[in-house]
């Protein structure tokens, strides 16, 4: 198939190019708009107890979830005053009467301590905003500048958890075009030092952009029936620009060899394909089953991720065996250079390593165990309003919340109960909880076991007689293990079947819900990148090799995780706030991205070795031949795919900070001291076992005969 694409794209190269062309500017158009028809999402999992009891808040009680919190600080220094007390309730009415608002809780209406600051300046006004999040936060972003304001008698800022999310979003656009405007000068200019002939760069940029537009014309596509995360534009960005580049190097540097051989322009362009597109499908392949296994986790968020590596593999893989292999056959004399010297500094380390096998590959084992450690410690927690940059006025109204407020009322956990009953000793016994400010329930507002006044908020009870009761939270429970605290209410006898939900409870599911699936899609990952790899070697050992490799960079990318953003070094540098603990999707997410893109190095280190190995059947020489002719090429490759990713360092979300930074770092130590060091003194030691199969299973492995007579000279 490989082959036949190849001759297609030199026999019919002014009709493919015409057509990508055509094909890139369609789909820059379309997918321009991208950002736009992508959604936002909400940290909470489909069918969990927190989800139902938000069903049974919004249905049966038309409450739920205060998202949208103003503080209100008084002009006079006293939210007691006649003025403040009028102006707190105007603005409250003005509230309630915005579109989307369908609950308001003001200080001044309900009289309630959770709502005061302790020093008496501050009071807080909360609201819901009924609707999807990307509804919400739509209409939060005219809303905000609106409510943000200094009158006569009041100060307003805004803030909550869908104020914070909101900001987020943008962050993480602003974020998008900021890589975007860095990432492509950078690349380019990368390309030109690697490949030292401009027409070459711009061919692999090509094949990059191609990727990109691709992708995020196919991410609005699926929008238009499915959700999809604005997240996943910016994974489309640096993973469609670094695959791009990748397999665009590895095509362009496979037909410089074949011209270097002798053989005629459009005949190499056919044996380039055919080799080097073999690898670049199998590497495609192995990218997007990692990814894929996002799909096992039950949100949009994460599954957003698997379709954008799935299309961003297809447009890659398509760039770089169909349009470059046209794009060479017309100005392939343009891209043309000497190839790889005889000996360069990557086979020279691997020579000496493999003479002293037990030596190198114990020193580096030991560096990089040692920069693995601190995963030892990564604690899971939970997303806080550190994930913005200090200044950012969600945040900063966050803080002074938790500064000057003894409760946390934005984060009340909502239990409600399936039947009529009476509460009394529930509440009470609720409010002698650890972490537990207050309850509110139909009979009262209840703290430290006993009844202090009336409900502090309205509609605790649907017209069927069943009650809710609003357990409000200390800030130091918010800002301490939040499941913790949600398990202790729920572990609480109640005198009625009950749920527990609230924006904690929904925080907490979705950790639980993360953690217990984990397993399966790390099962995924291995077991379907082993099968891979075995495919296209024949080997039982070498995929067992790989994966064992594969964890190790990763142990290292969990590590700088631990050491840099949870524990905070560095965080005066790279500008972040580290709050003791890493929100659980995103090294999940990680996992999959570096996963995938250390076995695609794999891949194109073990193809060119297991060529080499076919030839001459000596697997020392193999493997220094494999090194020399491929690892400069992944090295540079490596670079350039981490400086994409690196684009994410100077990002303002934590969450693309961390993406950035840990992804980089481990592509970084992969095709060095993994691929160069570990890998030939793996292989060195294993000898002839590394070739070995059983007889039924050597049947299985993938083979292209077309493409082995087209590398035999067998061109027609």
Avoid at 14 to 38: C, H, S, T
Avoid at 421 to 426: C, G, L, N, V
Avoid at 552 to 570: E, N, P, R
Wanted: aromatic content about 6%; proline content about 5%; some cysteine.
């Amino acid at each position: 198939m490989l082959t036949r694409l190849g001759r297609l794209a030199v026999h019919r190269n002014r009709a493919v190019l015409i057509g990508a062309l055509l094909v890139l500017l369609g789909l820059g158009a379309y997918g321009a708009g991208a950002q736009d028809d992508l959604d936002l999402a909400r940290w909470s999992s489909p069918g969990t107890e927190s989800v139902r009891a938000g069903e049974v808040l919004r249905d049966d009680f038309r409450t739920g979830n205060p998202n949208l919190a103003l503080l209100v600080t008084a002009r006079d220094g006293d939210v007691d005053s006649p003025r403040t007390q009028r102006a707190g309730r105007e603005l409250a009415a003005e509230v309630g009467r915005l579109a989307l608002v369908t609950d308001v809780t003001s200080y001044w209406d309900a009289e309630s301590p959770a709502l005061r600051a302790e020093d008496g300046r501050r009071g807080l006004i909360l609201a819901r905003l009924e609707g999807t999040a990307t509804e919400t936060r739509a209409q939060l972003a005219t809303l905000s500048p609106q409510l943000t304001r200094s009158i006569a008698d009041l100060d307003v800022r805004v803030g909550g958890q869908e104020e914070i999310s909101r900001q987020v979003g943008e962050e993480a656009r602003a974020d998008f075009l900021r890589a975007e405007a860095f990432a492509l000068p950078a690349v380019l200019l990368l390309l030109i030092l690697v490949h030292r002939r401009t027409v070459a760069a711009l061919l692999t940029v090509a094949v990059g952009l191609l990727s990109v537009l691709g992708t995020l014309a196919g991410l609005r596509l699926l929008a238009q029936f499915t959700e999809v995360s604005t997240f996943a534009a910016n994974l489309a960005l640096v993973l469609g620009l670094g695959l791009g580049v990748d397999y665009s190097l590895f095509v362009i540097n496979r037909y410089r060899e074949e011209r270097a051989a002798g053989h005629p322009q459009q005949q190499a362009v056919v044996r380039a394909t055919a080799a080097a597109g073999r690898t670049v499908v199998f590497s495609g392949v192995t990218v997007a089953v990692s990814l894929c296994a996002l799909l096992v986790f039950p949100f949009f968020f994460l599954s957003s991720f698997a379709y954008a590596g799935v299309l961003v593999v297809l447009s890659a893989v398509a760039g770089a065996v169909l349009v470059l292999p046209a794009a060479l056959a017309r100005w392939g004399h343009r891209v043309e250079r000497p190839t790889a010297p005889a000996s360069g500094f990557w086979h020279r380390t691997a020579l000496a390593a493999m003479s002293r096998p037990l030596l190198a590959g114990s020193a580096v084992l030991a560096v990089l165990l040692l920069a693995a450690a601190p995963a030892l410690g990564l604690r899971f927690g939970l997303p806080d309003e550190r994930t913005l940059p200090e200044g950012a006025s969600s945040r900063t109204t966050s803080e002074t919340v938790h500064r000057d407020f003894a409760a946390e009322p934005t984060d009340t956990v909502q239990v409600v109960l399936d039947e009529p009953a009476d509460t009394r000793a529930y509440a009470a016994e609720l409010s002698r909880l650890p972490g537990v400010f207050q309850v509110d329930a139909t009979s009262g507002a209840y703290r430290d076991g006993s009844r202090v006044g009336a409900p502090g908020q309205d509609r605790l009870a649907a017209p069927d007689g069943r009650v809710r009761l609003a357990v409000v939270p200390t800030q130091q429970a918010m800002y301490g293990d939040v499941p913790a605290f949600v398990e202790r209410i729920r572990d609480t006898p109640a005198p009625a079947p009950a749920l527990v939900g609230g924006y904690p409870g929904e925080t907490t599911d979705f950790r639980a819900t993360l953690l217990d699936r984990l397993p399966f899609a790390v099962g995924i990952v291995l077991v379907a990148t082993y099968v891979i790899l075995f495919l296209m070697t024949g080997s039982v050992l070498l995929p067992a090799k790989a994966t064992v490799l594969n964890l190790l960079s990763l142990a290292v990318m969990f590590g700088c995780l631990v050491w840099v953003f949870q524990d905070g070094h560095l965080s005066g540098l790279l500008g972040f706030t580290p709050t003791g603990s890493i929100e659980p999707s995103i090294p999940v997410l990680m996992f999959c991205v570096a996963y995938g893109l250390s076995m695609d190095y794999e891949v194109f280190m073990l193809a060119r070795i297991k060529e080499e190995h076919e030839r001459t059947g000596e697997t020392e020489r193999a493997v220094g031949e494999g090194i020399r002719r491929s690892a400069p090429l992944i090295t540079a490759a490596a670079g350039i795919l981490a400086l994409s990713f690196l684009s994410y360092a100077t990002s303002g979300v934590v969450f693309l900070k961390e993406l950035g930074i840990g992804t980089a770092l481990t592509i970084l130590v992969d095709a060095t001291l993994i691929r160069v060091v570990l890998l030939p003194v793996t292989m060195r030691l294993a000898g002839r076992a590394n070739w070995w199969a059983p007889r039924r299973l050597r049947r299985l492995r993938i083979r292209e005969p077309e493409a082995a007579d087209v590398l035999r000279g067998e061109y027609v």
